[in-house]
């Protein structure tokens, strides 16, 4: 029993050196629109809130291309760097002082768009402080997935559907 507890904690002493100071989080998701339809969403600050973020604003500030609002959880700033319209949009983004960037980018096949949204830090120089990062990266997985969902669900009642019924689509056969 003493020989395990004491090959845990060396394990536990030593694993953090092994782990990265940089960070990332990458998740994607199809949504069956266009990507104007999309990026619609991720060029206005305010609409990330609709999707991207799930804890209620208790204030929010927002600017052309910045948002600031306040959580129970602490503050939040959500600054847009810009990008090729329609394609990405690159963002930094702070939560409770730490800094994260990332970009979302939009690639269209056919009549459907995948949505990659990637974001990436560099942690602390404590290498304990280590562990913080592995539980960040599984938060903010979770985050991005479930923004994801809330952004196709969003986008994809919006879009209108093709409708074969209508006076448009009817063939004129003669």
Request: hydrophobic share 45%; with cysteine; charged share 20%.
């Amino acid at each position: 029993m003493m020989k395990r507890l004491l090959a845990v904690t060396g394990a536990l002493l030593v694993v953090p050196f092994f782990i990265s100071r940089r960070s990332r989080v990458v998740r994607n998701i199809w949504i069956h629109a266009d990507p104007a339809a999309i990026f619609a969403h991720l060029n206005r600050p305010g609409a990330w809130l609709e999707w991207a973020f799930r804890q209620p604003p208790l204030e929010t500030a927002v600017t052309e291309t910045s948002l600031t609002w306040t959580t129970p959880c602490g503050p939040r700033h959500l600054e847009l760097l810009g990008g090729a319209e329609n394609r990405h949009i690159g963002y930094t983004l702070e939560i409770n002082g730490h800094r994260f960037e990332g970009v979302v980018t939009l690639v269209p096949l056919g009549n459907a768009t995948r949505v990659l949204w990637a974001g990436w830090w560099i942690g602390d120089v404590n290498p304990y402080a280590r562990y913080g990062d592995l539980v960040s990266r599984w938060r903010l997985g979770r985050m991005f997935d479930r923004g994801l969902q809330r952004l196709r669900a969003l986008v994809e009642t919006e879009a209108d559907p093709f409708d074969p019924a209508s006076e448009d689509a009817q063939w004129n056969v003669a």
